[in-house]
T-cell receptor, first 117, second 113 residues
Framework: GAVVSQHPSRVICKSGTSVKIECRSL??????MFWYRQFPKQSLMLMAT?????????EQGVEKDKFLINHASLTLSTLTVTSAHPEDSSFYIC?????????????FGPGTRLTVL | QKEVEQDPGPLSVPEGAIVSLNCTYS??????FMWYRQYSRKGPELLMY????GNKEDGRFTAQVDKSSKYISLFIRDSQPSDSATYLC?????????????FGQGTILTVHP
């Protein structure tokens, strides 16, 4: 099956710093990538949808200036958490999709655990 | 009211039992239905997907959709300890929501030997 990787798997940073998380589709071209966050014992909440070469579409309530998303190529999308604060501590998961229909399967990365001190 | 409701459990069953996991939804636009399995500290893994009412079987897993009642189920037969995970239902619809998934809260399942 299709493989999606994320880097880093875990990051601890100080409050006020910025953190970049990479999401890569290893064996297919991802025209669309999705970014989710997941709090302990809760479900995945979609943050934004990004299409290669276009600006990301953010869900209501997600600050686009705080969560910068770049989808520069068909295999790489990055999420940068700017000026991170303890409340941004969460599990961030990306998924990648290779087609444009709702039928398409989203392949999920292993997630990145962010802890902001 | 959440668009997708899923009993969070936790659910604990003995090995070999039949497990039933359920979700209800309120958005009539949902057309595609999926079940994902998520192990602790890992990303979700797709188990089943379907778009029509009725049953779909894959090995020990059966997905059931009842669009008239807005209700979906996942059955696991002959459950194994390796099935212990969180199970998430997910749905998507057409139009501008193409490709976007709405997840249930997830049900924590433990299968004990």
């Amino acid at each position: 099956g299709a493989v999606v990787s994320q880097h880093p798997s875990r990051v601890i940073c100080k409050s006020g710093t910025s953190v970049k998380i990479e999401c890569r589709s290893l064996d297919f071209q991802a025209t669309t990538m999705f970014w989710y966050r997941q709090f302990p014992k809760q479900s995945l909440m979609l943050m934004a949808t990004s299409n290669e070469g276009s600006k990301a579409t953010y869900e209501q309530g997600v600050e686009k200036d705080k969560f910068l998303i770049n989808h520069a190529s068909l295999t790489l999308s990055t999420l940068t958490v700017t000026s991170a604060h303890p409340e941004d501590s969460s599990f961030y998961i990306c998924s990648a999709s290779g087609l444009v229909t709702a039928w398409d399967t989203q392949y999920f990365g292993p997630g990145t655990r962010l802890t902001v001190l | 009211q959440k668009e997708v409701e899923q009993d969070p459990g936790p659910l604990s069953v003995p090995e070999g039992a039949i497990v039933s996991l359920n979700c209800t939804y309120s958005n009539s636009a949902f057309q595609y239905f999926m079940w994902y399995r998520q192990y602790s500290r890992k990303g979700p893994e797709l188990l089943m997907y379907t778009y029509s009412s009725g049953n779909k079987e894959d090995g020990r897993f059966t997905a059931q959709v009842d669009k008239s009642s807005k209700y979906i189920s996942l059955f696991i037969r002959d459950s194994q300890p390796s099935d212990s995970a969180t199970y998430l239902c997910a749905m998507s619809g057409g139009g501008t929501s193409y490709g976007k998934l709405t997840f249930g809260q997830g049900t924590i399942l433990t299968v004990h030997p």
